[in-house]
């Protein structure tokens, strides 16, 4: 079973380059997406038939938004965290499956002067207490652009981004909880070198000469490391600022 997670910075704008086409060439069971900009109603489009399509956006029109597209109908599915101070901006999308709940998720960032720092802590702190209430039934798969590079591995230049946004001791203290709590970086499961991003930015060439961060992740409960087979990130598709991750795991249905 292939599970897909893409930060697509605006689904209209991708939709115009390459969506559909590497939606075809990927042929996910589960594609998982952040940063949508839209609802349902905003886009002229006819989904593959094979897909469920399930969304949470943005009470602000044109910002932040996540959507999943399963070919497997859930058994539920929910929209946020159920704290109402986090659940305005369409971040976190929960499909709930026989075999494990898939939280998608688009964390906030701190921003580029850090004034949301604070509240990403918070935000930290309440996303990790939502997983762990979930996993008290079942495991949990949890994807998406989580905005925080968590090593100096993770990112071109480490010492000149210690007090950057993505990059601050607080937010890497926020990804270290998940860990700590049990939750496996997979990527890192297969792959321990540096050089691996996700996310580059626009300015300057940095994609090509890959100067990037790695802030795109999948995490599992250790439960289901022994479905895991493979994780990757894909590179070569281009359409967003960022690229697809993805992870591999046994069996052909989500509820195996």
């Known amino acids: 079973m292939k599970l897909i997670s893409w ?35 905003d886009v002229e489009q006819l989904w593959p038939v094979t897909y469920h399509t399930h969304w949470n956006w943005a009470e602000k029109k044109g910002y932040s938004g996540t959507a999943v597209f399963s070919k497997e109908r859930p058994i539920s599915v929910e929209r946020g965290i159920g704290i109402a101070k986090h659940d305005t901006e369409g971040r976190v999308l929960t499909m709930e499956y026989s075999g494990f709940y898939l939280v998608n998720a688009y964390v906030p960032n701190s921003q580029r002067e850090l004034t949301r720092l604070k509240y990403r ?14 996993e008290r039934s079942k495991p949990v798969l949890l994807c998406g652009d989580l905005n925080v590079a968590h090593t100096e591995l993770d990112l071109s230049n ?27 970086d997979t990527f890192r499961e297969f792959e321990k070198a540096g050089g691996h991003y996700t996310w580059w930015s626009p300015m300057s060439g940095a994609r090509a000469r890959n100067v990037g961060w790695r802030i795109d992740y999948f995490l599992c409960s250790s439960s289901l490391r022994p479905r895991l087979r493979k994780a990757f990130i894909r590179t070569d598709i281009l359409g967003s600022d960022h690229c697809p991750v993805g992870v591999i795991l046994d069996g052909d249905g989500v509820g195996q």
């Open 7 to 41: 930060n697509v910075n605006g689904l209209r704008a991708v939709l115009r380059k390459n969506f559909l086409e590497y939606l075809e060439q990927e042929k996910p069971d589960i594609l998982c997406l952040q940063e949508t900009k839209c609802t349902p109603d």
């Open 121 to 134: 802590q918070l935000w930290d702190r309440d996303f990790l207490k939502f997983l762990l209430k979930m």
């Open 158 to 184: 480490p010492k000149a981004n210690i007090r950057n946004h993505g990059f601050t001791p607080e937010e890497r203290a926020g990804f270290s909880a998940l860990v700590e709590a049990g939750f496996i």
